[in-house]
């Protein structure tokens, strides 16, 4: 059986394979938050574009502004004020945060570090040469590419493209994924399941952690245990770029999601992985496309999405694959779990103080959905550890949607 590394590594090595170029659209930055850019984007002009003054205070020659010396003021510059005479030799401009260092000063002094009389500024403390002030050209020389295809567009990302002008990206399409989930005890969110029943949350959490992925959700709704219907489901979610199902992984009766993808073609390249929650976690390629054959108990579903989809995803959305959010943590307490397999069990992580402190939650198993939604991180426990001490440092798998 792999281990969960593994696993994951051949689902980043298959999908790497697989995935063709991605189709582009054009997107305004307003809107392209999460995308990830498919073109290059340049710097138009040197950044800063003049030597940018990054206190208030005064525009001196740093060998005039000794301590104790005195320059008179000739006039001010405020940010966005066209400077182009020099700096007169004996004197000092005025000088605002954002402002261009007139030519001949090599230094801002900061006002608190002055005090003034009418015209006449006197210095307190020595002036630095190249103090105070970006000078122009150090963040980024003109036509500099500053944002690369398969760069994925956060706020910082954004903003440095909306400062240079680029206010259309031409960004990758987000990968479609299809989910499907199957069952026949499953029913709608929106009805009054039957003593027995129980509501379709898991499409609801695929949902969200597709979005969370960069992807776009495609709800397929629900397939009962049976051949026929599975089977006219999957062709349809084949159509999308990607298929994710939830149960009928397991050894039961009635689990025939394995069975039926094969009928239909599929390659697998797993079908369990050294995992609790999430063991019977298949993953195959059927008519092209990666599919993902999660088991179905909540808990299950989305520690193995994180685990295998969402890298998956990430190239499928044109990016690399990004590695997982693991924080080495000290353990709060004592524990004992079954060796043989890696736990990711709910837990609080608090970073709050001077070392990260993780707690793991009480649950009821891999159906204890209100234990995960207490829950900030997943206490990894490495498959050959028996017995945890207070103390040790383990690792916390962060759930990046509420951290
Ligand atoms: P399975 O993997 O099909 O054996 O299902 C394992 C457990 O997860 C069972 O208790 C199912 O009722 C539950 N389950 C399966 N699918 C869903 C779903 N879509 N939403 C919530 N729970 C589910
Ligand atoms: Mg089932």
Redesign the pocket.
Known sequence: MLSYEQARNTVIEQVGKKRGPRATATVGVWDALGLVLAQEVKTDREYPPFDRSTRDGYAVRSKEALPGAQLKCVGEIKAGDTVRDALVTGTCLQIMTGAAVPSGADAVVMVEHTSREGDVVRFTRPALAGQNFVPRGSEAAAAQTILKPGMRLGYAELALAAQVGATQLQCAQRPRVAIL???D??VLIGETPGPFQ??????VSLAAQVQMAGGEPVVLG?AADLAEDLGEKIERGLKEDALVL?????M?KY?LVESVLKAMGAEFFFDAVAIRPGK?AVFGVCQGKPVFGL????VSTMVTFELFVAPAMDLLSGAEARALPLVQARLAEPMKEKPGLTHFLPARLDWRGPTPEVKPLKWQGS?DIAALAKANCFLVVPADREKLEIGETVSAFLRKDVV
Not at 198 to 203: A, E, G, W
Not at 295 to 298: M, T
């Open positions: 989930s199957t069952g005890e499953i129980i509501r379709n949350s898991n499409s629900n939830s149960g009928g992984v397991s039961g689990d019977p088991p179905g108990n909540p159906g």
